[in-house]
Nanobody, 124 residues
Framework: QVQLVESGGGLVQAGGSLRLSCAASTRTFSIYTMGWFRQAPGKEREFVAGITWGFGNRYYAESVKGRFTISRDNAKSTVYLQMNSLKPEDTATYYC?????????????????WGQGTQVTVSS
């Protein structure tokens, strides 16, 4: 069992930045592909970014490319999401997910573990 705990959410004005962190309670963090998803009120949870455990390949949703950066620190069992140039449409609860594989899969059903989520609100 892997527990994921997100932090770093908050309220920010449009154009601002936030960095989310997700700490994993596992000694085998390095073998999990990590991802960030988000869910806005009334909408389905959607893929935002993912990073593999092997070569650290990164994948992004089109809506965040060029603005968000995912990274990981295997020594700290932590994955990060740096969010720049935030827009009101980025407002959502952001979830960290782990998948025991070296492949980024963007569907929610493919993830093995989830965090509890952290709220990000971007005001216009």
């Amino acid at each position: 069992q892997v527990q994921l705990v997100e932090s770093g959410g908050g309220l920010v004005q449009a154009g601002g930045s936030l960095r989310l962190s997700c700490a994993a309670s596992t000694r085998t963090f390095s073998i999990y592909t990590m991802g960030w998803f988000r869910q806005a009120p009334g909408k389905e949870r959607e893929f935002v970014a993912g990073i593999t455990w092997g070569f650290g390949n990164r994948y992004y949703a089109e809506s965040v490319k060029g603005r968000f950066t995912i990274s990981r620190d295997n020594a700290k069992s932590t994955v990060y999401l740096q969010m720049n140039s935030l827009k009101p449409e980025d407002t959502a609860t952001y979830y960290c997910a782990a998948r025991r594989s070296d492949t980024v899969i963007t569907t929610t059903a493919a993830q093995d573990y989830w965090g509890q989520g952290t709220q990000v609100t971007v005001s216009s």
